[in-house]
């Protein structure tokens, strides 16, 4: 018996023309570099959107060709995120927070052939195309700064582009975006995801029991559209209707609070350094804004800890916890208290909040030891497996990493080590040892490793996490200078400087006359992670 | 370039897998026959499912075999649902309300091979089977009646099966499910559902627009499983780890209500009929029940009167209007408040209410008249067609409506006549002529007509729907007798009652001397339905 259901394709296509077909009058709010507010409907988005489309295609842009943007959260990065898709193109976000050599790399990589450009970012894609070619260069004029020769002004291209044409047909399995994500070895290693698995993820990220998102919200995701999607929020709150409110490149703490308040925001998206300086301008000022009853604050990229969950508590402000990497699109799992534990003393109730929840339907996750997979009793610690809907598969070849990433029986091993309760919930309890994760950023020691080794006078070096108040952790470099060699903290950090982005650069270098070692040879980070936790950063 | 995503299967498996691995702690409650409640959890179901999956494996049911049940709601219909469909066997729902000659011709035409039925179903069960072969009858003893013979105990057949035997992989597009439907023109028609479809439908009437369920909800389905999937609640509910409730054969306003307030129901879903039950207890009691506040209330299969959403909203019930079909698996669209109806006055809110609601994500709706697809006014008619990632591209073969109910680009002709507003919401302002909707069931016109004019005094016969208080519509025949003839009422009620289901006999046989005709020369019904409209029903 064969079943006699329709195909029906799941794309960013269907929940695009849903939206105008529903939420037309719907809004979409962008704060501009100079502080004003731009705002539009989703009636708007549609149009433009379509001209992109249009626009693309005319442009010669076909199908699965990459389109990059470098861009902030706004009205016109939220077209890009359904104009290029819809189009059949390829949107690639590019991560203006990395070094330009490194944007250049990534962009020839994935070999992105348009580009469009905040003109506020300008002064960086100017030593991004020093190194990479790209066929378009559309920039978005956000103040009045002039056009830069050569460039094609986003309004114009838009204007090329004819609303009215017909969006092509496209299939599930089409691919629709591209993101690269640092990872382990600071390789960047690009994820390609499909129509169907950022579909897919919009409805597992809308459940009530994920982040529960509806019409009725007011949503502003302060993470950047730049990192894993913006956790896929863009997509979801187009296919359920929800405001949205989009705050360009001003994220401190009185900015956020200002916008929450004046646009009634009811849920709210970011990383714990965010919530650190929602929480700091709270506390110093906590009757200066008046919020939304129950605001709901998502936070990921990094653990939160309890302490700021608790602090957001008293002001009203609900934090829910979520899990999740570049590679799984990015929503894997998210904390909320079940029913049971209503009646849990609120000790109890914190610390099940501050752990990383259950996975989403259609998610499955799995800790594995070199044991096997560990049982789930909430003590046995292993590295989190996943796989699901929307997780990858490989990255974007070429990659030496897609053999070792992936397990034999098709798990996605995340270099997370957690335990797992008996109620499927995780907490990560360690991760893989050589990252750093500074304000949601990784930061890889090994390849800033790799770099002070390349220094003249540097015999060994180890760079470890040390634990820092404002962006959870910074990178500390022990070094071993070679016999008689001589290089102070001042020469190793320009030389650091000149090669990687700023917040890359260790906040402290330490000279040590010999690294511990395993066994095996390899450096014994753990020892110097100890000896190092309490140590005074700059 | 294509996408680097894994391919995971929209499985019923993956759906219950998670179930036991996050909630099996959460309860399902069943009111048995003799009214005492039985009380298990997920974890119990887990096991049984897995017991009853590979017990039918073990008795040679293979991949797409259909086992059929006639079952009430109650924890063992529960495990029907998910047990049978994850050993990759075809779970057919019977409809125990049909005549037993139609479930036998139903059976017979699906080939079931093994038949659950509950003890209490056996007089009806022991007419099916004088009609229709099964190689296994299986009899889930609810009460002390013996076991009837040639027949095989529930709880045997479970303790036949071995809980730890590996579930089978399948596939998203392996067959799950099936359900037969009357439709217009009564030859009953199956849909045959995917994994896909029913594990898509789940995360659609999860979203907080929809049906907004959660680990946090107590839910009761007063639909029966027999009765398209039971909207698709009970593997939604599993899904999302919601306490399930269920009402067994007993479904009177009162036994509903003693239940709601017992178990703290959250939601519940059935059709007008039940609903207006519940409003008439209420009203009659109503300080008798303490019920959870702002307890939703879905209702569908027709529509719900304006007067009962508003009669429920003073006991703070909240109605949910929803529309869908068989052929929808079932959920098309669900009516909610949007934001901007906030400020509406309470007539314009109720009328709003009152309308069948938006697509849900991933299912399209369109109306069209012979002049093409109808603007999206609120005022001009037309046919309402669905297409989407849950409904039915043909009925299973054989079947002669294949290609009447599907138009050539692919959507599904629903036989209702909508108006679709400039937000996308439907309202229903007719029907396919033919069809009598009585108290969430389908009547056939057409077939009674066809039975009556078999009768040898009857020339002409229309049947007509009349609005019932209780039913929302019965059916009332107009007959025309030939030329010298004769036939009373009793004559013709005694001559139908013989070969239709009791609740399919019409109320009324009301005698013309001719029949209103259009120019076509098929009968004018929407005139006789003027003249009958207010006709005194016994």
């Known amino acids: 018996m064969r079943h006699t259901m329709m195909r029906y394709e799941l794309t960013l296509t269907s929940m695009f023309r849903r939206a105008a077909e529903h939420y037309s009058n719907t809004e979409i709010v ?4 100079d502080k004003s507010l731009d705002r539009r409907t989703f009636g708007d988005f549609d149009r433009r959107a379509r001209q992109l489309a249009s ?3 005319k442009a010669g842009c ?7 943007t470098l861009m902030w959260n706004h009205y016109a990065h939220l077209e890009a995120y359904f ?7 390829v949107l690639h976000t590019l991560n203006l927070r990395l070094h330009p050599d490194e944007i250049a790399f990534i962009a020839t990589h994935a070999e992105d052939r348009f580009v469009i450009v905040d003109d506020v970012l300008w002064p960086l ?13 559309i920039v978005l004029r956000l103040t009045s700064a002039p056009l830069p020769a050569g460039t094609i002004d986003y309004e114009d291209f838009l204007n090329s582009g004819d609303a009215s044409d017909p969006l092509p047909d496209l299939v599930e399995d089409d691919p629709m975006g591209l993101c690269y994500t640092s990872g382990t070895t600071g390789k960047p290693k690009g994820v390609c995801y499909s129509h169907r698995s ?11 029991d994920t982040l529960g998102l509806s019409r009725r919200d007011t949503i502003l995701p302060v993470v950047p559209m730049f990192h894993a999607n913006a956790w896929g929020i863009p997509f979801a709150a187009i296919m359920i209707g929800a405001k949205m409110v989009m705050p360009g490149p001003h994220l401190d703490g009185e900015s956020l609070l200002e916008l929450f308040e004046k646009e009634k925001v009811t849920l709210a998206a970011g990383v714990p350094t965010i919530w650190l300086g929602i929480l700091q301008a709270l506390d110093k000022e906590p009757k200066r804004w008046s919020l939304t009853r129950d605001m709901r604050m998502v936070v990921g990229g990094s653990a939160a800890p309890e302490s700021v969950i608790r602090g957001l508590d008293k002001h009203g402000l609900r934090v829910i916890h979520a899990w999740g990497m570049t590679e799984t699109a990015p929503l894997g799992s998210v904390s909320h208290l079940a029913p049971h534990m209503d009646d849990w003393a609120e000790d109890d109730k914190y610390a099940h909040r501050a752990k990383q929840g259950i996975a989403s339907p259609f998610v499955e ?5 070199d044991a096997g997979v560990v049982p789930r009793d909430g003590k046995s610690p292993g590295e989190l497996e996943v796989r699901g809907a929307w997780v990858a598969g490989s990255y974007v070849p070429p990659s030496d990493e897609n053999a070792t990433k992936w397990t034999q029986d098709g798990w996605f091993k995340t270099g997370d080590v957690v335990t797992i309760d008996g109620g499927g919930c995780i907490k990560i309890t360690d991760r893989t040892k050589d990252l750093i994760k500074s304000g949601g950023e990784w930061i890889s020691s090994i390849d800033l490793e790799n770099l002070i080794m390349g220094h003249p006078a540097v015999k060994e070096a180890a760079v470890v996490a040390v634990p820092h108040p404002k962006w959870d952790e910074r990178p500390l470099a022990v070094v071993v200078l070679k016999d008689g060699a001589i290089a102070s903290e001042a020469d190793l950090r320009a030389f650091v400087a000149a090669k990687v982005a700023k917040f890359q650069v260790p906040d402290a270098f330490v000279f040590e006359a010999t690294i ?23």
């Not at 894609?125 to 260069?137: E, T």
């Not at 996750?365 to 030891?369: D, E």
């Open 30 to 33: 962008s704060r501009k570099p």
């Open 55 to 57: 626009a693309l295609r």
């Open 62 to 68: 076909k199908k699965g060709d990459r389109v990059a």
């Open 83 to 89: 104009g290029i898709p819809i189009a059949g193109c």
């Open 125 to 137: 894609f100017d030593k991004v195309r020093a190194k990479a070619k790209f066929d378009k260069v």
């Open 198 to 208: 950022i579909a897919l993820h919009s409805l597992g990220a809308s459940l009530s």
């Open 365 to 369: 996750l799995r800790a594995v030891s």
């Open 516 to 538: 511990p070692k395993t066994s095996a040879g390899k450096f014994l980070k753990s020892e110097l992670r100890e000896k190092y936790k309490a140590h005074k950063l700059g």
